[in-house]
């Protein structure tokens, strides 16, 4: 992987400008930023409304994984002590360790179809 000669990161052939010159071995981010390409040029380009877009995504795509953890992370540090609580806690748990799979496997050609719209 080649890096860029401005910022000095790596990245794929796919994410640099095309030509020579200036143009040389300069990725999409740093053409549009020291003015060497236009946006319409550079189709590979993640504007930051994009970048958010898809952090957004992938946020809610992944939400219920990582509150399973966090409760069940708080279930053996903190909520096995109290008596009645920890009944209910565990079996909302155990039921949302469940569906969780279920429901990230049934989502996916939605997730598909969405990110598929948020890709350059």
């Known amino acids: 992987m080649a890096y860029c000669r401005l910022c000095k990161q790596n990245y794929p052939e796919s994410q640099f400008v095309r030509g020579n010159g200036p143009r040389h071995l300069v990725c999409a981010r740093c053409a549009i ?3 060497l390409a236009d946006i319409d040029e550079v189709p590979q380009f993640y504007s930051d409304d994009l970048v958010k877009a898809r952090f957004t995504l992938f946020s809610r795509r992944y939400r219920s994984w990582l509150a399973i ?4 992370t708080f279930y053996f540090t903190l909520g096995n002590e109290i008596e009645l609580w920890s009944n209910l806690f565990f079996t909302a748990l155990l039921l949302g360790t469940l569906a969780t799979p279920v429901l990230h496997f049934l989502g996916s050609s939605r997730f598909n179809a969405e990110l598929s719209n948020l890709t350059p």
């Open 69 to 72: 953890g966090i409760g069940w």
């Open 33 to 35: 930023e020291h003015e």
